[in-house]
């Protein structure tokens, strides 16, 4: 595959824009890729400030946490489950909780040390995650990795064959694009039809995917970008002129993720509408059989 082929479909890409992040387009699946010359470590995203309370508050328990913790339930009794970019293990606890046999990896590791002591669940925390497994969960995971085909290829080998693969990640064609849905912090913005694409091409047969309608989410990140004083690259200084993270900021996040709950059930009106009329915000959520 050339450097300027789809990295999901492998037809040619258009260019769009060029700068700091060079932007393609594919025409064929949707696709839209971005590529640097300096890139981002697995460090840069460890020292950044950004993540250093990126889970402010409880734990998140998002649309997709609950898609991929139902889909881990149907599994056969005692299957392991690795959630790949586990961060600090905070939804390797739910699984647990729930009698999911569940195990993490992330590069990330201060996360990791810092979930372990957390959580209780060292143990079951690594940084490569090593063994195979009946099933790999990985959310928003593979729109970091400047090519994800790396992402594939390294799910694919954790997998035992016949294993299951859960993917969630932000939808190219949400009716809102968050601040941070851009490189360094993302690569890629993969459409349904560009994220069922890359995993069918490395052997898997995609059994169910769905789409996020989410008012509550749509409001929140629309507010919180307005709001947030850090940068929403890992790699450049905090924006001035901005409320404080320290202060106001993080006291309305830590409320936020308190009230997702009820935000979402007071609303699902709004998100019913935001689907009847296909204005999706802002996951997707795939599952599919390793062949």
């Not at 694919?156 to 016949?162: D, E, P």
């Not at 993969?190 to 989410?217: H, K, M, W």
Request: net charge negative; aromatic share 12%.
């Amino acid at each position: 595959m050339k450097s300027t082929d789809c990295p999901c479909c492998t037809q040619p890409l258009s260019l769009v824009g060029q700068g700091k992040y060079t932007e393609f387009l594919c025409s064929e699946c949707d696709h839209t890729y971005f590529k640097s010359e300096s890139g981002i470590s697995a460090e840069d995203y460890e020292n950044s400030d950004k993540y250093a309370d990126y889970y402010t508050g409880a734990p998140p328990f998002l649309w997709y946490h609950k898609q991929a913790l139902k889909a881990a339930q149907t599994l056969p009794r005692g299957s392991r489950v690795l959630d790949f970019g586990c961060y600090d293990g905070f939804f390797v606890k739910r699984m647990l909780d729930n009698d999911v046999d569940a195990y993490g990896c992330d590069w990330n590791l201060k996360a990791l040390e810092a979930g372990g002591r957390k959580f209780d669940i060292g143990n079951r925390l690594s940084s490569d995650g090593e063994g195979l497994y009946d099933a790999v969960i990985a959310l928003e995971v593979i729109e970091h990795f400047e090519d994800p085909n790396v992402f594939m290829e390294v799910a694919s080998k954790l997998l035992k064959s016949g294993g299951s693969l859960f993917l969630s990640c932000p939808n190219k064609n949400a009716v809102y694009r968050p601040s941070t849905d851009q490189p360094p912090h993302h690569f890629s913005r993969f459409s349904a039809n560009s994220l069922e694409t890359i995993v069918s091409r490395y052997g898997f047969d995609v059994t169910r995917q769905e789409i996020e309608y989410s008012f509550p989410q749509m409001t929140r990140n629309f507010i919180g970008d307005r709001m947030r004083s850090r940068s929403t690259n890992v790699d450049e200084s905090p924006k001035p002129g901005k409320v404080d993270d320290s202060g106001l900021y993080v006291t309305l996040r830590k409320t936020a993720n308190k009230i997702v709950p009820i935000a979402e059930a007071v609303s699902t009106p709004l998100s019913a509408v935001m689907k009847a009329i296909n204005k999706p915000y802002i996951a997707q959520f795939l599952e599919a059989k390793k062949k």
